[in-house]
């Protein structure tokens, strides 16, 4: 089974700018969740989709969003970039039972490596 | 609100010996879920081994073997015969209610590994 998937591996974007970031889950995964990693911060939770509705969100500014498709592809954007959004974004999927209990273990993809200049 | 702490920034261990990263956690949700993961240099979290708040039984996967012990809030990974290839970040990660009374991950600031030949 292939593991979650990143688009694209790096991207250099300038201030001011917007970006998107894309994120395919682990075939049957149906929550998607999205996190910064930086030097200075860490890894640090951004939001959770499931069924295409943001179920939680972490401390970030309105700039940060996402949004969640109906084969559980997710996309994250981030508009007038910053140069402390310099990060790594990793997005993490997860299985959902169909009971409706969420599994614990979320799997990791590559990440996306974001340079703002 | 949900803490994670990694107090060894680095360690150094020789090939085929056994190593344990130390991790402490606090929280007041009863129900929560313990994580480590591998990030090698390429950026990706590997996830190692998972402990949830109510097993009774430490956790192992293969060489990785979870060290619980929930009276002092401690989760230490223990590797067993250290591989060349164990050398990475590990992070220690707790899945916990947040404010918003919604579950997410909380990284602690991760060990650095690396294993000496």
């Known amino acids: 089974k292939a593991g979650v998937t990143q688009t694209p591996r790096y991207l250099i974007k300038t201030r001011g700018q917007q970006v998107t970031l894309s994120c395919s889950p682990i075939?049957?995964?149906?929550?998607v969740s999205w996190y910064q990693q930086t030097p200075g911060q860490g890894l640090q939770f951004l939001f959770e989709?499931?069924?295409?509705?943001?179920?939680n969100k972490g401390n970030f500014p309105g700039r940060f969003s996402g949004r969640q498709f109906s084969n559980s592809r997710s996309e994250m954007n981030v508009s007038t970039l910053e140069l402390g959004d310099s990060a790594l974004y990793l997005c993490?999927?997860?299985?959902?039972?169909?009971?409706?209990?969420?599994?614990?273990?979320?799997?990791f993809g590559p990440g996306t490596r974001l340079l703002v200049l | 609100a949900q803490k994670i702490t990694q107090t060894q920034p680095g360690m150094f261990v020789q090939e085929k010996e056994a190593v344990t990263l130390d991790c402490t956690y606090d929280?007041?949700?009863?129900?929560?879920?313990l994580f480590w993961y591998k990030q090698p240099s390429s950026g990706e979290m590997i996830f190692l081994i998972y402990?949830?708040?109510?097993?009774?039984q430490n956790a192992t996967e293969g060489r990785y073997s979870l060290n619980f012990q929930k009276a002092r809030k401690s989760a230490n990974l223990v590797i067993s015969a250290s591989q060349l290839g164990d050398s990475a970040m590990y992070f220690c990660?707790?899945?916990?209610?947040?404010?918003?009374?919604?579950?997410?991950?909380?990284f602690g600031s991760g060990t650095r590994l690396q294993v000496q030949p």
């Open positions: 075939s049957g995964h149906r929550s």
């Open positions: 929280t007041s949700d009863p129900s929560y879920g």
């Open positions: 402990q949830g708040s109510y097993d009774q």
């Open positions: 989709y499931f069924s295409e509705t943001q179920r």
């Open positions: 993490a999927s997860s299985l959902v039972h169909s009971s409706g209990r969420f599994q614990e273990t979320q799997y």
């Open positions: 990660a707790m899945r916990a209610l947040m404010d918003t009374g919604r579950r997410a991950l909380t």
